[in-house]
Every structure is written in C-alpha cells, then in structure tokens.
C-alpha cells in the first residue's frame, strides 16, 4: 500500500521466520533425536513388527508429497529400521509402476519406479484403494529385510527407494557385504514388490473395488 511495503513485508517476514527458528529448533532437534533412537533401538529388539511398521509407515510418506528422505534424515534412522524403510519405499514405487503398466506404459514404469510414486497421488485421493497393494506388498518386504536378509542403510538412502536406484545403492553401502544381502537387495527392492503388488492389485480389480484406468497418470 505504500512505496517501502515491498521491502518492509519481506524484512519482517525474514525476521519472524528466522526468531521463530532460533526458538524452537533446538526443541524439534531434540525429539528428532529420541525418535530416531527409539525406533532404531525398537526395531533392534522388535524385527518383526518394527519391520512392518517402518516399511509401511515410511513407504507411504514417500508416496505423499512429503519428503521421506528429509524425515528419516532428521531422525537418523540407521540400521535395520533404514533397511525396512528402505525396502518399504521401493515396494510403493516399483508396486505402483508394475501394477499400473498396462494403462501408462514404459512412461510410466520409468518415471515411477526411478523416479517416484508420488506421481500416483491424485489417482490415490480419487480412489483410495489403488494405494492397497504396494503397501500390503511393503509390509510382507519389510520384516523379511529385518529378519531373514538383515539389511541395513542410512539417513537419506533410506527415504529414497528406488529414485535413482539411491535407496539399494544405501543398503550397498551400509550392510555388509556378501550373497545373502546381494538376494536381498534384489528380492525385496525389486522382484517382490513387483509381484506382490501386481497380485493384489489383479485380485483387487476383479473384486470390483477399482479398474486398471484409475491408476492412469494424466498428462
């Protein structure tokens, strides 16, 4: 409304975030710091369901447009709970390109199973059960990953799936090496999700609760 509004609006609004920050960040660093040790030290002592949980749970924050990463990041997930996060992600970004190829293509196969599944979100506000099969198919992957392949990964590998192959590239680095998390790597970022997810899915359709048309990408 007046002529210094263009530089008065943009200076308090800088100020305030920045006052705001200095005072609570020190407080969301400190639960970030606990959560991330419970659900490690949990999954230490609890593979099974830990396992389910985290692989479900980040899974589908990927899918949300919200940054997984960032979350386990800030956590510091680590270990076998970066593992089944790890896993749970790739369930929903390969789950979805598999199970929506017919009606999307090569297209779509690439830009969800490397680059992410978040692509299927208003397809998921639209008809909610499209989102059942990767995440059935994220809580079979995920206590496998803790409990039978051990597989571990870190920090922001562990929020990123199969986006430019970052997540099992994670697991490469974090877990030690040998044929079982070699097996692993491919069963349960990979194949399992696949099929899993197109089983479901198939089974779902013929159930009558969505068609292969409501998982089309639009654009």
């Known amino acids: 409304k007046t002529k210094i509004d263009i530089l008065i609006t943009p200076s308090v609004t800088i100020l305030v975030g920045y006052g705001i920050s200095r005072l609570i960040c020190p ?3 400190y639960v970030m710091y606990w959560l991330g040790h419970f659900v490690n030290t949990a999954t230490a002592y609890q593979p099974f369901l830990m396992g389910v949980v985290i692989s479900v749970v980040v899974g589908m924050i990927l899918t949300l447009p ?9 956590i510091g997930i680590s270990g076998l709970a970066g593992g089944a996060a790890t896993v749970g992600c790739c369930a929903q970004m390969v789950g979805f390109a ?8 090569w297209g779509g196969l690439v830009s969800q199973g490397l680059g992410t599944s978040m692509l299927q979100m208003g397809n998921i506000c639209r008809r909610p059960q499209i ?3 990767p995440t059935l198919a994220a809580a079979v992957c995920g206590p496998l ?3 039978v392949f051990g597989l571990q990964c870190t920090g922001v590998s562990a929020g990123m799936g199969t986006c430019g192959l970052v997540g099992p590239l994670g697991i490469l680095s974090a877990t030690e ?5 070699w097996v692993g790597i491919v069963l349960l970022c990979f194949i399992l999700p696949a099929l899993l997810s197109l089983g479901f899915s198939l089974a779902f359709e013929k159930m009558g609760w969505y068609t292969k048309e409501d998982m089309k990408l639009q654009g």
């Open 66 to 74: 919200i940054s997984s990463a960032a979350i386990c990041a800030m």
């Open 177 to 181: 090496a040998s044929a079982k998390m």
């Open 98 to 105: 598999v199970m929506s190829f017919r009606v999307n293509g």
């Open 131 to 133: 989102w059942l099969p």
């Open 145 to 147: 990953s803790t409990m």
């Open 27 to 29: 407080w969301v660093a």
